[in-house]
């Protein structure tokens, strides 16, 4: 059975930063590119950044380069996301994904997702 668990959301003050935190076990993770998403209220679900399997490719959307850095860690089945230079658009849930798919931003080519966490960036 395939799982993905995510952890470290909370509420933070903008300019501040959170660390998410991805635990997956059911699958080869490294065989794996792994996606974060976000969905803020009312708003589609939407791409924020992705790492390949061996952890030496990642892409982010514009709005958070430079703030957002994703890491993974193979030997842990872990995928993190750092968020720095939090600001209030940044609230929303956000999902870890899993596709066997390179360099993919579409949701729906994720075939495995965790079941989110809040983060919540007061101003």
């Known amino acids: 059975q395939v799982q993905l668990v995510e952890s470290g959301g909370g509420l933070v003050q903008a300019g501040g930063s959170l660390r998410l935190s991805c635990v997956v076990s059911?699958?080869?993770?490294?065989?794996?590119?792994m996606g974060w998403f976000r969905q803020a209220p009312g708003k589609e679900r939407e791409f924020v950044g992705r790492i390949s399997g061996s952890g030496r490719n990642t892409n982010y959307i514009d709005s958070v380069k430079g703030r957002f850095t994703i890491s993974r860690d193979n030997a842990k089945n872990t995928v993190g996301l750092q968020m720095n230079s939090l600001k209030p658009d940044d609230t929303a849930i956000y999902y870890c994904?899993?596709?066997?798919?390179?360099?993919?931003?579409?949701?729906?080519?994720?075939?495995?997702w965790g079941q989110g966490t809040q983060v919540t960036v007061s101003s």
């Open positions: 059911g699958l080869a993770f490294s065989s794996y590119s």
């Open positions: 994904a899993a596709t066997v798919r390179e360099f993919t931003t579409a949701w729906d080519d994720y075939n495995h």
